[in-house]
């Protein structure tokens, strides 16, 4: 089949490979010009990617690169893996809006069009569909199929990938449900239908809000610990022993990535807009998130003046990690980087260090297995504060030779300078 997603991002990439390898003819629509021309030379910027099964499938003939919207002509199946992000706090589905109207033009009878994209419950029918019908003259469910399909993209995670991953897949009839589960048939291992499109456009959401809310539980209750002098962290190993009605979520700097948040603002923002209702959980969920990164910032800053009696402002802070989770490059919605750039702010002079992304204006001590440098040692630093607890981090010369550690993941062991959230 010829098959064309729309978007080369970190989830239109692996589909538009994983397709490719699968014998499917695949056209990567990036209208990103700069991007294409990466993509068309076989250098892929997504990690999960590895250049060189890009480079297999160029030379397959099984995957070509284009940002020349005619490419799209002749398609199978369509799919729109294009961002949905937040503009000025609310839903912006405007990238959503252009992958359509795009598409439009190319529908042919029986084709099949299907969203990835996170969103709100009623996007794919209410918004989506309209626009593929004016632009073609063609009625969807009659004249060609629309579904959903939601991503399940884990950057950096080597166990769970886009083929092993339980892939939910929804029609806005029967027989289009039939069409985009045939075609990821072909590319994943298991597809699980629903019912309808709106009841997956909501497990989505709600997959990652129930991350969000959990997050927020243990983010809260690491702060009361706190305040109580109880260590937060033995307390959730005890509860975790009970091998029923509990699932263990950490504390931490704050949530990140591309879903935590964002994804819940979607279904709290749709629900007000719509029927007026507040989903109050979620909306307290983030305000507690939102406010971790200064919460981390504060406790550093107790602990500089409880210890050593000096202030943030001109403090020698070494920062540990600016990616959102261990393992990645992904600095998207990174807690780590708020709290780097509330501590600059304050005057501090901060030195980040994560050997998964590069920073010109950062140096690179001798503290990780990747990456050496000449002269500086942790000890020259007066707070370090472990912000991604990337497998690189060498934590046993960490808690040897740093003078006092704020440990925001809970992975080093509790002692006299080193401090746990």
């Given at each position: 089949m010829?098959?064309c997603?729309l ?9 538009a490979?994983?397709?490719a390898e699968?014998?499917h003819?695949?056209?990567g629509?990036e209208?990103d ?11 892929s910027?997504?990690?999960d990617i590895?250049?060189s099964?890009l480079?297999a ?7 070509t690169?284009t940002?020349d ?18 503009t ?12 359509g ?33 004016e632009g ?8 060609f ?7 399940r ?7 769970w990938?886009?083929?092993?991953t339980?892939k ?23 597809t699980?239908p ?7 456009e909501?497990a ?14 243990v ?6 610990a ?6 937060v ?14 699932t263990k979520?950490?504390p ?12 819940p603002?979607?279904l709290?923002h749709?629900?007000k807009?719509?029927h ?13 998130n939102?406010?971790?990164?200064d919460y ?19 403090a020698?802070?070494?920062?540990l990690?600016?990616a ?6 992904d600095?998207r ?8 750039e509330r501590?600059?702010?304050?005057g ?10 590069s920073?010109g204006?950062s140096?690179?001590?001798?503290f990780?297995t ?7 040692s942790?000890?020259?630093?007066d707070?370090?504060v472990?912000l991604?607890p990337?497998a ?11 003078t006092?550690?704020?440990?925001t993941?809970?992975v080093?062991?509790?002692?006299q300078?080193?401090?746990r959230?």
């Amino acid at each position: 089949m010829h098959i064309c997603v729309l978007g080369q991002g970190y989830v239109g990439l692996p589909l538009a490979v994983r397709a490719a390898e699968a014998g499917h003819s695949v056209t990567g629509y990036e209208p990103d010009r700069s991007r294409c021309e990466r993509l068309a030379a076989g250098s892929s910027y997504v990690e999960d990617i590895e250049s060189s099964r890009l480079q297999a499938v160029l030379s397959s003939g099984g995957y070509t690169a284009t940002s020349d919207p005619q490419d799209l002509k002749g398609f199978d199946v369509a799919v729109i893996t294009v961002p949905t992000p937040l503009t000025d706090r609310a839903p912006d589905l405007s990238c959503v809006r252009d992958a359509g109207r795009v598409l439009a033009a190319w529908i042919e009878p029986g084709a099949t069009v299907v969203l990835e994209s996170t969103t709100h419950p009623g996007t794919t029918r209410d918004v989506l569909v309209p626009l593929l019908e004016e632009g073609s003259g063609l009625v969807a469910g009659r004249d060609f199929h629309v579904g959903f399909s939601p991503e399940r993209i884990d950057p950096g995670n080597a166990d769970w990938r886009l083929e092993n991953t339980p892939k939910i897949v929804a029609g806005l009839t029967d027989d289009c449900l039939r069409h985009v589960k045939a075609f990821y048939d072909t590319v994943t291992d298991v597809t699980v239908p629903a019912s309808g499109l709106e009841e997956a456009e909501l497990a989505k959401v709600f997959e990652n809000t129930y991350r969000h809310v959990n997050i927020a539980l243990v983010n809260e209750l690491s702060r009361m610990a706190h305040t109580l002098g109880v260590d937060v962290w033995h307390t959730l190993e005890l509860a975790a022993t009970k091998p029923f009605g509990f699932t263990k979520f950490l504390p931490g700097p704050g949530v990140g990535g591309h879903c935590l948040p964002i994804d819940p603002v979607y279904l709290s923002h749709h629900v007000k807009a719509r029927h007026g209702q507040t989903f109050r959980l979620i909306e307290l969920a983030q305000d507690i998130n939102e406010s971790q990164p200064d919460y981390v910032v504060r406790r550093l800053q107790d602990a500089l003046s409880r210890r050593f009696r000096r202030s943030v402002h001109g403090a020698r802070v070494l920062a540990l990690g600016a990616a959102y989770k261990p393992g990645t490059a992904d600095a998207r919605q990174s807690p780590a980087v708020e709290v780097i750039e509330r501590l600059r702010a304050m005057g501090a002079d901060v030195t980040v260090v994560d050997p998964y992304l590069s920073d010109g204006g950062s140096r690179t001590i001798p503290f990780t297995t990747q990456q050496v440098d000449e002269g500086t040692s942790v000890a020259d630093f007066d707070a370090v504060v472990l912000l991604t607890p990337h497998a690189e981090f060498d934590l046993t010369r960490l808690a040897a030779e740093a003078t006092y550690v704020l440990d925001t993941r809970g992975v080093m062991a509790a002692a006299q300078h080193v401090e746990r959230l």
